[in-house]
């Protein structure tokens, strides 16, 4: 057993937190960008609520609810942008979040994570590029039909 002082402890403690706070940031602003997507959709399109896209911080339960959060995202802008007449693919961000989804859970798998885990990361990367870049479509409010367009 190691016999550290309280220096000692203090320090390797603070370095542990640090690894562990630095490694949470990418996750924290992923949650973020779900978020504020989110809260650009109306809310009767929304299939979940913004909040709860903070569950993914939940370890081990982020492995299922990966799979609810990519779902219900896709869901809630396919039924965002049906209302605004913007034509995009039918299930936005859905094959590219299920494909991050399950290579993630793939990687739990010894020796063949290495590889899924590789692949899961780029997905991971390309899913949250596309949601930002569906939330910023979003952005715009949406005129609703008792207003008037004034030329």
Known sequence: ???????EFAAISTI?????GISLLPLIFFCLTLQKCLKRCSPHNRMMSPGEVWLLLIPLFNLVWQFVVVLRISSTLSKEFHVRNMQREPEPGKSIGLAFCIL???SLIPFL???TSLAGF???IIYWVKI???SAEISV???SSDEKIVI
């Open 132 to 134: 930002a870049g569906y």
């Open 104 to 106: 993630y859970v793939c």
């Open 113 to 115: 994570g290495i590889f």
């Open 1 to 7: 057993m190691l016999n550290l002082g309280a220096a």
């Open 16 to 20: 542990v937190f640090l690894i562990i």
């Open 122 to 124: 780029i997905c991971w």
């Open 141 to 143: 409010p949406v005129a």
